[in-house]
Structures are given as C-alpha cells and as structure tokens.
C-alpha cells in the first residue's frame, strides 16, 4: 500500500468539503451516543452492522447528514467499532474508547469504492463538485481510498491510498549496531558515534510563548483572536515540522549504513514523569515508527531487547552486572576488569550483544561475531 498526499487549492467551493467534514462529526459523535446508550441499557457492544443500518435510516431523513456519503458514513461506523474493539482488548494497557469530538477538531471523512473520480490534469470530482489540488507526482497503482483531511489552520488535503508497493533500492552492507537513547545526546551508537539531540520545541519556546501571549489576549469571538490562534498554530506546526524532517534524514541515514539496528523497548510514561516536556519534545516513539517504516521499505531490520534487561549496568568487556547506578552517574569503573565506561556508550554496546543474541533470520541465529558492528 502506498499513501499520496496532495494539498487542495484555496477556493470558495471548499466551503462545500468543510460542512461535509462538519456533517462527518455530527455523524460521529450520534454514533458514539447509541453506543454509550446500547452499552448502559444491555451491557455489550452494539454491533456495527445494525448501527450501519440504523444510521441509513436516519440518513434518508436528515438533509444534513446527506452531505456525507454512505461509504464515508459506513467508514465512520466501522472506525468506531475497530476503535471499540482495541479499547475491549487492550484497556488493562491503558488503552481508552472513542469519545465525543468537538465540530471545529473533527478532521476528515474517507470514501471508498464509490463518490469521487480523478479527473484529467490535477482535478477531482467529489459528489458534483470539482476541486482542483497540487498535484506534485503521478498516482500510482489501483486507487483503494480517498480521505479528505482539514489541518487546523483550515487547509484542506487529499490523502489516496493505493495497491502500489513503494519499495526502496539499497544496498545491503551486512553490519549491525546497538543504540541507546538519552537526553543531550539523543543516539548513542555501539561503533562510539553520537547524534545530538536537536530540541526543536525548546528553540522555538520564545515564539510559542509571545504568540500564546498574545492569543490569550484578544476577544473572544473576534477576528483577530482567530488571525492570533492561526500564527500559534503555525508556529507549533513549524516544530512538528523541522522535528519530522530531521527524523525522516536520520532513519534514512541509519538505514542505508545498517542492516540491523537493536534499541531496547522504552518506558514511555516513566520517562515523562521523571523529565517532562524533553522526552516529549525528542518524541522518541514518533522516530522510531519512521525509522520502523523506512527500514520495512528498504529491507531492514529494526528489533527491541527486554525493557528489564540490565544494559546499563553490564559491563560490555566482561559481563559483569554491578547493584546500583544513579541517573546522575555518567561514568562507572567494572569492579571486574577495571575498564571503565560511558553510561550510553557501554548500554549501546550492551544492547547491539544482546539483540544480536536473540534475534533470528529465517533459521539462523545472530551473534555479535557473526554481525560487524
């Protein structure tokens, strides 16, 4: 499956795709209503098939909700029941079920088979409409889905999922290397490299802070309160931004030099708790579906040791586990050998033994001497 993603032009008739995203909401939130009220009076899920056919019906009787395509409406239904499905399943995990959306932060609605077609040049036709989008490349492949998404500053794009596989070209280079997150320096690497951590967020705190200033600032309801939200939003949106570019440049640069890449599995929620905004503006977990993403594409492999595995305090020169080491401790000598080491620096070198250990291609075992780092 392949995504494009194409921005539409700013044109009057998108007034059109705003009320029929605002139309998708109402939808949504009536739907996660009769959910709520099935599950108090019965105590089970509604099933989505019966809903689909009682939202049909309400459909023919609200000029409204017929903005929404019946194959968007039927998307509605069944995101609701996979989202249902994973809270049943999951919810122990912390795991939480659909919930009442505001109109202005619903975003999109989603056709299938049916209810737009692409036009010649770079027009699409939804409903009797046409709209016109940047187109910046060919559409490759069987058109699967069509989603229409808004941003928060109202700008409009249109999201087609196609059968076409993308695979990338690369060169297999045989090596491995284990890698260890940390603050100021965000990966350190087995083969002694460091990656500095970039903090986009905190560079930008200045401006966030004058354009949330003065967006508090204004009247409720005017103009220039909505002009002060959209500057705040674009700055905010500039972070995510520069952070996701740095992140897509870094997974391809790790991926075009490794074959296997082993970090161990982190405590996300223990982490902010213990220091905040920082491990929120690192976004580790976003970087690592991105590198997860591009190494699938180019053939690699991306793998996690246990998150209770002592990497930190195993000495990677000869094994040895000492009792205790504070946050604070940057530096420790091994009582064994003597050998001192880096905190990050020897956790890497931990992790690339440990991960090397466990993980199997096909039949065959990975082993550090097997794998150059």
Excluded at 57 to 68: A, G, M, P, S
Excluded at 182 to 206: A, H, I
Excluded at 253 to 267: A, H
Excluded at 349 to 364: D, E, K
Aim: net charge positive; charged share 25%; with cysteine.
């Amino acid at each position: 499956m392949k995504t494009y993603k194409f921005k539409l032009y700013q044109h009057k008739r998108n007034r059109h795709l705003h009320r029929t995203i605002n139309a998708a909401g109402h939808v949504y939130n009536h739907c996660i209503a009769l959910h709520k009220r099935y599950y108090s009076l019965f105590g089970k899920h509604l099933n989505k098939n019966k809903l689909m056919k009682h939202i049909a019906q309400l459909r023919h009787k609200n000029e409204y909700w017929q903005l929404v395509g019946s194959q968007a409406v039927q998307n509605i239904v069944q995101r609701i029941d996979r989202a249902y499905q994973l809270f049943f399943k999951h919810h122990q995990r912390g795991v939480r079920p659909p919930n009442f959306r505001k109109r202005i932060k619903y975003k999109s609605f989603t056709l299938k088979q049916a209810g737009y077609k692409f036009l010649d040049s770079n027009r699409l036709r939804i409903g009797k409409r046409i709209f016109k989008f940047w187109k910046s490349r060919e559409i490759e492949g069987k058109i699967k889905t069509v989603t229409i998404k808004r941003n928060p500053l109202g700008e409009l794009f249109v999201f087609v999922v196609t059968d076409c596989a993308d695979q990338i070209s690369a060169i297999m280079t045989g090596k491995s290397a284990g890698f260890d997150f940390g603050l100021k320096v965000f990966l350190s690497c087995s083969d002694s490299t460091e990656v500095k951590s970039p903090f986009f967020l905190k560079q930008s705190l200045k401006q966030l802070a004058s354009a949330s200033r003065k967006h508090s600032h204004k009247k409720r309801g005017s103009n220039s309160k909505e002009k002060a939200r959209q500057n705040l939003v674009r700055v905010h949106e500039k972070v995510v931004n520069r952070r996701a570019d740095w992140f897509w440049k870094l997974a391809h640069q790790l991926t075009d030099k490794l074959d296997y890449l082993f970090f161990e599995t982190l405590n996300l929620k223990g982490m902010q708790r213990l220091w905040g905004r920082k491990i929120g503006d690192l976004a580790l977990a976003q970087f690592l579906k991105i590198l997860e993403f591009v190494a699938e594409k180019k053939g690699k492999i991306v793998s996690y040791i246990d998150r209770w595995y002592p990497s930190t305090k195993t000495c990677s020169e000869c094994y040895f586990v000492i009792d205790k080491l504070g946050l604070n401790e940057r530096y420790w000598v091994c009582p064994s050998c003597s050998t001192k080491h880096g905190r990050d620096s020897n956790a890497s070198q931990v992790i690339l033994r440990v991960g090397a250990s466990t993980l199997r291609v096909g039949n065959v075992s990975l082993s550090q001497t097997a794998i150059s780092a």
